[in-house]
C-alpha cells in the first residue's frame, strides 16, 4: 500500500508539472478549486438523499447496484475534493453513470471470480445456504 501512495503522489506531481506547464498557473488553480468546489457539491447532494430509498424490485434478488452507487458517488466526491489531475479523471468517470455501470459489473464479475464465502444466495437458488457444525445432546442423562 505504501508504494502504491508514493507511486500515486508521484503520478500527480508529474501531471501537475506537466498539465499545469502547458495551460498555466491561473487555470490550473482554476481546474483545481473548479472540481473542489464541484466535488463538495456532489457530497453535499449525496449526504442529503442518503436517507431517500429506492423501492426494492419485485423479485428475491438483493438489489446491490444501488448499494454500490450510494458508496461510489461519495468517493468520486472526494477524489474531485482532492487536488489532482489523476484524482479528479477517476473522479469525473465515476460520476457518468454508464462508466458506473462499467465498474459496477467489472468489480462484480471480479468478486464471483475470487470470493468463496460462507453465505450464498442467487436468484436460481431460492434457498440460504449457512457454513456450521452442530452437536447432538440427548435429553435423558444417566
Not at 95 to 108: K, T
Request: hydrophobic share 45%; proline share 6%; net charge neutral.
Amino acid at each position: 500500500m505504501p508504494l502504491f501512495l508514493l507511486l500515486y503522489l508521484l503520478l500527480e506531481i508529474s501531471l501537475f508539472i506537466g498539465i499545469g506547464g502547458e495551460i498555466g498557473i491561473g487555470l490550473t488553480f482554476l481546474w483545481i478549486m473548479g472540481t473542489g468546489f464541484l466535488g463538495s457539491f456532489v457530497l453535499s447532494h449525496r449526504l442529503t438523499g442518503w436517507m431517500q430509498t429506492n423501492p426494492a424490485p419485485k423479485t428475491d434478488d438483493f438489489p446491490i447496484e444501488p448499494v454500490f452507487d450510494a458508496f461510489i458517488l461519495p468517493v468520486a466526491a472526494f477524489l474531485l475534493i482532492l487536488p489532482g489531475f489523476a484524482g479528479d479523471a477517476l473522479g469525473f468517470l465515476l460520476l457518468i453513470g454508464p462508466l458506473r455501470r462499467v465498474f459496477y459489473r467489472l468489480v462484480r464479475n471480479h468478486g464471483r471470480e475470487n470470493f468463496n464465502g460462507f453465505y450464498s444466495w442467487t436468484s436460481e437458488q431460492k434457498t440460504k445456504i449457512v457454513d456450521g457444525d452442530y452437536r447432538r445432546i440427548d435429553d435423558r442423562r444417566e
